[in-house]
């Protein structure tokens, strides 16, 4: 079975740094781009976050994010991650690893990120 | 970065009638390729996004066939020719064509 399953998320207070990781299963995740995706608040839009290119080695970031947080990969163990660093209120939200930015047809379950004092 | 506006954002629907969902991009969505990444998504409350239509029509493996997607150029439509009760929860488009990728704020349908 295809699957992705995120892992990481919790309460941090801000400032702090916390990092989530997505395991891959059923399917060759070397060979595909992957990508992280929020949403924010319940009921709203989804954000993407960032991207991340098979060999690991080029990487997009949506604006908000750039300088703070770092996507990467290990093809070895079928991981994706998201290392978040000066985490801010407004990055509260549930955060899903997808696989194919562009026709993400399998997602994980999501993680909750929760960024308060 | 492209805005993809959906209408209605609220949308009643009475089993076993149609129903519709209408996604505009603010441009183009044509990729250098020639394909149009327009996707269209179904999330129940709890759950992860489920695909149900890429590249604006292709039904996605296991999708009922009651699920169709239409459009070009910066319009685009989901319908369901009969509305089933699985069917409520949010429905939201979302393009591939241009960095960053960006999605529709979604539909809730309720019956």
């Known amino acids: 079975e295809v699957q992705l399953v995120e892992s990481g998320g919790g309460l941090v207070q801000p400032g702090r740094s916390l990092r989530l990781s997505c395991a891959a299963s059923?399917?060759?995740?070397?060979?595909?781009?992957m990508t992280w995706v929020r949403r924010r608040a319940p009921g709203k839009g989804l954000e993407w976050v960032a991207?991340?290119?098979?060999?690991?080695?080029?990487?997009y970031y949506v604006d908000s994010v750039k300088g703070r947080f770092t996507i990467s990969r290990d093809n070895a163990k079928n991981l994706l991650y998201l290392q978040m660093n000066s985490l801010r209120a407004e990055d509260t939200a549930v955060y899903f690893c997808?696989?194919?930015?562009?026709?993400?047809?399998?997602w994980g379950q999501g993680t909750t990120v929760t960024v308060s004092s | 970065d492209i805005v993809m506006t959906q209408s209605p954002l609220s949308l009643p629907v009475t089993l076993g009638q149609p129903a519709s969902i209408s996604c505009r991009s603010s441009?183009?969505?044509?990729?250098?390729?020639?394909?149009?990444?327009l996707n269209w998504f179904h999330q129940r409350p709890g759950q992860s996004p489920r695909r149900l239509v890429y590249?604006?029509?292709n039904r996605d493996s296991g999708v009922p066939d009651r699920f169709s997607g239409s459009g070009s150029g910066t319009d685009f439509t989901l319908k369901i020719s009969r509305v089933e009760a699985e069917d409520v929860g949010v429905y939201f488009c979302?393009?591939?064509?241009?960095?960053?990728?960006?999605f529709g704020q979604g539909t809730r349908v309720e019956i």
């Open positions: 979302m393009q591939g064509s241009h960095w960053p990728p960006t």
């Open positions: 590249k604006i029509s």
């Open positions: 997808a696989r194919d930015p562009r026709l993400p047809d399998v």
């Open positions: 991207n991340i290119n098979p060999a690991g080695s080029d990487m």
């Open positions: 059923g399917f060759t995740f070397s060979n595909y781009d």
């Open positions: 441009h183009d969505l044509v990729f250098s390729d020639g394909n149009i990444y």
